[in-house]
């Protein structure tokens, strides 16, 4: 048991975390707008919860003008695909252990 609980990654720990890599494991980007209107998050709680991803680099952002308007996208990297892979395999198996 102790082995699948090594596997659960602190960075997924929050419901906004998870929702954002769940959101682009199954799409190839999304902007922030979209991200923060699927995951019901206001500006400041979505950007501090992308910086965090960033930063651990399992997810990369490209920001770019459409127009005159900024507009930032957000990617799932190879690592965080696989990071949030083995998180949510882990959770599998914690609970079918039940």
Known sequence: ?????????????????????????VNEHADFNTLKELLGATDGNLASHTKALEKVEFIRVEKQFIGRKPNTKYIATKLGKKEFKK???ALEKLIKNK
Not at 9 to 22: E, P, Q, T, V
């Open 1 to 25: 048991m102790k082995n699948i609980i090594l596997n659960i990654n602190k960075a997924f720990d929050h419901r906004i975390r998870l929702g954002i890599m769940s959101v682009l494991m």
């Open 87 to 89: 998180h949510i395999d």
